[in-house]
Every structure is written in C-alpha cells, then in structure tokens.
C-alpha cells in the first residue's frame, strides 16, 4: 500500500508553481500515456488567471516509489486568510518555491508564517536558476533573512534547499552538479515529510477543512483522515467542539489522483479525501466513529476586514444590462455564496435593497463582484470601508505590510504620499536593476485609494503587494481625497465635442458615442472640488467656422479604470455600477 505524504506548496505569483506541480506529475508517471497533461493544472479559473492569484485550494496527488504525494496549493493572498490556515491544517510540510531571481515576496510571507507557527518543516525550492541573471545564492540568503524575522526556530531554520527549473524539468541539491530530472526534489519531499503517523485501526474521525458544492452531489466535506479507515455507507456524528451533533450517513469517498477525484470504498487514514452525503455540512465540524463522539479543535476563520454595502441598481439605466437585477436575485446570490466562501460575511441592512458584504480585504470582495458580474448579475456596491475591531477596550484596526519596489527617482514621492498616510518605514534595500524596496507598516485603510496615486506618481514604474500584517490600536483621521470628479450634467450620449470641452478640466473614464445620464462620473477633475459638464453637448451650427474645412477634435485618450481601480477611486458620495456589460461610476444622488 502507498504511503501518504501531505505537502503544502507555497508561492509567489510566476515563480513557478504551475510549471513545477506539471512536472512533477509528467516526471512520476502519474498520467499514463494516452492522458495529456493541461499546461495549466493548478490555477484553472479563468478570473485567479487573470488577477494572478489561487483563490480556491486544489489538490494533486503524484506516486512516487510507493509513495503518495498530495500537493494542496495554498491561496496566494493573504485576503483568503482563513482558508490558509485550514490548508496548513491537512500537511505535514511546505514546499516554499522562490524564483531564483526575484527573490521572496510579501505575499508568501503570510503563509510561511502561518506555517511555521504550525511547526511544519519547510523545504525551499529555489526555482528558475536557468534563468539569466539568476542569483540563487543571494536568493537563499533573502530566505534565511525573512525565516528568522518570521521567528522560525532552529529546526526550521535548517531547511533543505533544492535548486531547480521547474521549465527545464531538473532538480539539483547542489549547484556544481546540474540536476537531471526531478528526482533530488521527490526524494527531500520523502526525506522530510514524514508518512502520515495517524491510526488506520481507530474509530474514524476527520475535520471538514473545506467545503465544495457539486451540481449533483451537492456539498461534499473536504478534509484529511486524522484516524480509522471510513467506507462507503457507513453511519457517522457530525459534531462540533460547541454545537451539539447530529447523525449522518457517508454517502461516496473520494480520493485525489493526478489531477483528478476518484472513487473509492474505503478512505486511507491520512489521506485528504473528499465525502458526499453529509447533507449541510460545514467547515470546521468533525466526522466521527458513531460510538467515538471527539471533535477536533478548529482554527477559527479570520474575521473580515473590510465591508462594501451591494444594493440593486436604482440608477437611471436600472435592468438594461443585467439578467439578474432585483433584490431577490441579489440576495440569494450572496447567501449561496457565504456557504462555500467562508471567510464571507452578508447581513441585511435596513433597506431591502441593500446589503452589506464583508470579506477578508479589497480583492477577495472584487472577485466575487467580478463573478457575479460575469454570471450576468447587475448591481451597485459602495465604498468599501475598513472593520475596526475592539480589543481590551481599544479600538484596532487592520495593518497591511506593504512592499513597494520603485526606482530611485521616484522614491521621494512614494514615502512622501505613505507619511502622509501613516505608513511607518520598517526596512529598506538596494535590489536589483536600480530599484530600492522599501517595506512599510501602514493602515489597511490607507491603501484604499492610494494604488492609483501610486501608479501616476511611480509613472507605472512601481511595484506595490500588500498583506495582511495584524490589528494595531486605530492610527487616527488620515486625510485622503485627492481629486474631484467630473460628473455628466444630463443624460445623452457623449460627443467629440462635449469631450473635448470637458478634456481640459481632467481625465477623462470614457469616449464619445457612450450613453451617459445625469450624476455619472465621466472623469477626474484635475482639482479638488467636483463638477458638472455637459459632455453631450453637439456643436451649434452657427458656431461653425466659416473658413470651410473644421478641425478634427483631437480627444485625448480616456483613462480605462479597472473594477479593482473603480472601487478604489470611488468616495462615500459615490458608487460603482456593475453590469454584465459596463463597469460605472456615479454619485449617489437620491
Ligand atoms: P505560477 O504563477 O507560480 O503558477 O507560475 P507558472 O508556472 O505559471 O510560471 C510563470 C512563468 O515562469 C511561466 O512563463 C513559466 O514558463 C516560467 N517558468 C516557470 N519555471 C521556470 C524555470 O524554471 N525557468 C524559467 N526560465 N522560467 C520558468
């Protein structure tokens, strides 16, 4: 029988995790033959794609010599917070990949501290040392660096590092000998993490780690088998460590192989394994031996950090664009969602049109905006603001660290515009190619809005992540805003020469022959104060030249605003319209 090893995979966005997990499947003969290998195995949705991130926990499994690997990826943001923690819950270990190159980011800081206040032993992968300029050494040196700030202790400060190209399909544990295949790193996986140690004899007993709807099976409990062997059929408790029990009937086990759920009579102990048939099932509560009634301590979900009211679209292009558009649709939508998101919050508010939506951070509520978005919803969302939370009679607020890389020349306006919001400098060095990382302490709420400043101010040149850092007493009043806006004075479609009118005052959102209504914002004023233009004006024919031929209206231009940038211009007064079709900005007006 196959050994079960658990293993975690760490990463920062392109430092390789797709391309190695690819390769350690083609390299273990996991897929036979006839079966093709997807270039993309383990970020399949199409919207993490995009914003570069893993959103929902996936598992692989590879056979090495008599040995199951699961891989479970970990998300790469510390907005699923929560979910990182359950993830590090089912494995004995982490592999840390670092593209040789660009060396640790802030990112994988969150979770290698999540993993090593679990006491799991971490194996670093320095991945990419084909690539020119690699400085794997360096690189390692950087590791070590943020091991000790992350308070590793001895035995996790001795990490063993395995140097690969993941692109090349070779690993080598020592530079001067290039590596041939994977092999040196299956085997420092086997070396490290231990086999599973739980009791295949016991009464069976699991914690839900994770939870997923299928069209057909409907919510199937995700998690690893701490003890006994569960078959097909057989009789259970479900209980949690504070809620009581209830009786339940397993109803199909699942296993993960290669890249696919397979079926199975009976569970391994130690193996993640997906259950059907528990009916609402939920995370955090135990699967027991009926006669073995012992819930397994939990890790509480993180509390959200930022809410955004949703509401139903009252403005003046209501339901022309959306499938989905009333309150019902909007309600039912979210509470679906707060099932399997579960670091998700959504509470009604006074007004039936509204509600209030509260998630890990700014980006874990744009992907879901996003979603629903694409699955034909229309709706409007607010502001999104920050949860302060009281501890021993203070009020605290959420902390981000954030790790800008800018050139030099532009480094006086960055920390010009973080002191102005709160930002305390905790570190400071030369990287690469002339760029100075500078690491600050700052507000979760200061980084609303400041991304785009960002951008204008570092001309595009810069680099900014943030994470999650902790709760500190609340920082006082930060003064932002910035710009006004100019808002459309009627609606109509917008005209080159309405445009070109409004072009001096600001930036503006949008073209012309756009359909535009009275209160929407169409660009940035260049000033402090908002103000109203008519940008469908059409040129009076007796202000025509006489001279003949007109001059082509040179429009500037527009500048594209993303939804994550939409939600970060906006100001209380304000909202995003999201449709299927159109991302808007507007005033509230009532
Ligand atoms: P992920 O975002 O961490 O999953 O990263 P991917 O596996 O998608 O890789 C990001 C990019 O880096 C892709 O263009 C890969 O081809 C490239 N890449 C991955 N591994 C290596 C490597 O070992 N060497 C080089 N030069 N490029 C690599």
């Not at 959103?55 to 590879?62: D, H, M, P, Q």
């Not at 060396?103 to 090593?116: D, E, H, I, W, Y």
């Not at 707060?338 to 579960?342: G, I, L, Q, S």
């Not at 999201?578 to 808007?584: M, S």
């Given at each position: 029988?196959?050994?079960?090893?658990?293993?975690?995979?760490?990463?920062?966005?392109?430092?390789?995790?797709?391309?190695?997990?690819?390769?350690?499947?083609?390299?273990s003969?996991t897929?036979s033959?006839?079966?093709?290998?997807?270039?993309?195995?383990?970020?399949?949705?199409d919207?993490?794609?995009?914003?570069?991130?893993t959103?929902?926990?996936?598992?692989?499994?590879?056979?090495?010599?008599?040995?199951?690997?699961?891989?479970?990826?970990t998300?790469?943001?510390?907005?699923?917070?929560?979910?990182?923690?359950?993830?590090?819950?089912?494995v004995?270990?982490?592999?840390?990949?670092?593209?040789?190159?660009e060396?640790?980011?802030?990112?994988?800081?969150?979770?290698?501290?999540?993993?090593?206040q679990?006491?799991?032993?971490?194996?670093?992968?320095?991945?990419?040392?084909?690539?020119?300029g690699?400085?794997?050494?360096?690189?390692?040196?950087?590791?070590?660096?943020?091991?000790?700030?992350?308070?590793?202790n001895?035995?996790?400060?001795?990490f063993?590092v395995?140097?690969?190209?993941?692109?090349q399909g070779i690993?080598?544990?020592?530079?001067?000998?290039?590596g041939?295949?994977?092999?040196?790193?299956?085997e420092?996986?086997?070396?490290?993490v231990?086999?599973?140690?739980?009791?295949?004899?016991?009464?069976f007993?699991?914690?839900?780690?994770?939870?997923?709807?299928?069209?057909?099976?409907?919510?199937?409990a995700?998690?690893r088998?701490?003890?006994?062997?569960?078959?097909?059929?057989?009789?259970i408790i479900?209980?949690?460590?504070?809620?009581?029990?209830?009786?339940?009937k397993?109803?199909k086990i699942f296993?993960?192989?290669?890249?696919?759920?397979?079926?199975?009579?009976?569970?391994e102990?130690?193996?993640?394994?997906?259950?059907?048939?528990?009916?609402?099932?939920?995370?955090?509560?135990?699967?027991?031996?009926v006669?073995?009634?012992?819930?397994?301590?939990?890790?509480?979900?993180?509390?959200?950090?930022?809410?955004?009211?949703?509401?139903?679209?009252?403005?003046?292009f209501?339901?022309?664009?959306?499938d989905?558009v009333t309150?019902?649709?909007?309600?039912d939508?979210?509470?679906?969602e707060?099932?399997?998101?579960?670091s998700?919050?959504?509470?009604?508010?006074?007004?039936?049109?509204?509600?209030?939506?509260?998630?890990?951070?700014?980006?874990?509520?744009s992907?879901?905006?996003?979603?629903?978005?694409?699955?034909?919803?229309?709706?409007?969302?607010?502001?999104?603001?920050?949860?302060?939370?009281?501890?021993?009679g203070?009020?605290n607020?959420?902390?981000?660290?954030?790790?800008?890389d800018?050139?030099?020349?532009?480094?006086g306006?960055?920390m010009?515009?973080v002191?102005l919001r709160?930002?305390?400098l905790?570190?400071?060095?030369?990287g690469n190619?002339g760029?100075?990382?500078?690491?600050?302490?700052?507000?979760?709420?200061s980084?609303?809005s400041?991304?785009?400043?960002?951008?204008?101010?570092t001309?595009g040149?810069?680099?900014?992540?943030?994470?999650?850092?902790?709760?500190?007493?609340?920082k006082?009043?930060?003064?932002?805003?910035?710009k006004g806006?100019?808002v459309?004075?009627?609606?109509?479609?917008?005209?080159d020469?309405?445009?070109?009118?409004?072009?001096?005052?600001?930036t503006?959102?949008?073209?012309?022959?756009?359909?535009?209504?009275?209160?929407?914002?169409?660009?940035?004023?260049?000033?402090?104060?908002d103000?109203?233009?008519?940008?469908?004006?059409?040129?009076?024919?007796?202000?025509?030249?006489?001279?003949?031929?007109d001059?082509?209206l040179?429009?500037n231009?527009k500048?594209n605003?993303?939804?994550?940038?939409?939600?970060?211009?906006?100001?209380?007064?304000?909202?995003?319209e999201?449709?299927?079709?159109?991302?808007?900005l507007?005033?509230n007006?009532k």
């Open positions: 029988m196959n050994q079960i090893r658990n293993i975690a995979i760490i990463a920062h966005v392109d430092h390789g995790k797709t391309t190695m997990v690819d390769e350690l499947l083609k390299q003969g897929f033959a006839h079966e093709q290998v997807d270039d993309r195995i383990m970020d399949s949705n919207l993490e794609r995009e914003r570069g991130i959103i929902l926990s996936k598992n692989t499994s590879v056979y090495y010599k008599g040995n199951k690997i699961n891989i479970v990826d998300p790469g943001h510390a907005d699923f917070g929560g979910e990182v923690e359950r993830v590090l819950n089912m004995d270990g982490v592999l840390l990949l670092v593209d040789a190159f060396g640790p980011m802030p990112q994988t800081r969150f979770v290698l501290s999540k993993a090593l679990q006491n799991l032993q971490s194996i670093v992968v320095i991945n990419k040392i084909d690539r020119p690699a400085q794997p050494m360096e690189v390692i040196d950087k590791v070590l660096d943020l091991f000790i700030e992350l308070d590793a001895d035995e996790q400060l001795e063993p395995v140097f690969a190209s993941a692109k690993a080598t544990l020592n530079l001067d000998t290039p041939e295949t994977m092999e040196p790193l299956f420092t996986i086997i070396d490290i231990g086999p599973h140690k739980g009791n295949s004899e016991g009464p007993q699991m914690l839900v780690s994770n939870i997923e709807g299928d069209e057909y099976l409907g919510r199937i995700l998690g088998i701490k003890r006994g062997r569960p078959t097909r059929l057989q009789p479900i209980t949690t460590t504070d809620e009581g029990k209830r009786q339940a397993i109803g296993t993960y192989s290669g890249l696919n759920r397979e079926e199975v009579e009976i569970g102990t130690g193996d993640i394994v997906a259950i059907s048939g528990l009916g609402d099932i939920n995370i955090g509560q135990t699967l027991c031996d006669d073995h009634v012992e819930p397994l301590a939990f890790t509480d979900i993180d509390a959200p950090t930022v809410s955004m009211t949703f509401s139903v679209n009252n403005g003046p209501a339901g022309l664009e959306g989905y309150s019902r649709h909007l309600r939508r979210l509470f679906k707060v099932e399997t998101n579960v998700l919050k959504v509470e009604n508010t006074d007004s039936a049109e509204s509600f209030k939506v509260s998630g890990r951070g700014e980006l874990h509520l992907i879901l905006i996003e979603s629903m978005r694409r699955e034909g919803y229309e709706f409007v969302v607010s502001k999104p603001s920050i949860i302060y939370k009281e501890i021993d203070v009020k607020e959420p902390i981000e660290n954030l790790v800008i800018v050139p030099e020349e532009f480094m306006a960055v010009e515009k002191g709160k930002a305390e905790v570190n400071m060095t030369t190619k760029y100075t990382r500078l690491e600050f302490k700052i507000p979760a709420r980084l609303i400041y991304r785009s400043e960002f951008m204008t101010d001309k040149n810069g680099i900014m992540n943030h994470s999650f850092l902790g709760y500190e007493p609340a006082g009043e930060i003064t932002s805003r910035k806006v100019i459309a004075f009627e609606n109509g479609t917008s005209t020469y309405g445009l070109f009118n409004a072009q001096d005052r600001g503006l959102f949008i073209d012309s022959g756009v359909d535009v209504y009275e209160g929407m914002i169409v660009g940035e004023n260049a000033r402090g104060e103000i109203t233009i008519n940008v469908c004006k059409q040129k009076h024919l007796s202000n025509m030249r006489s001279s003949g031929a001059e082509a040179r429009i231009p500048k605003l993303s939804l994550e940038q939409s939600i970060e211009f906006i100001e209380d007064d304000e909202l995003v999201i449709t299927p079709k159109n991302i808007r507007r005033k007006l």
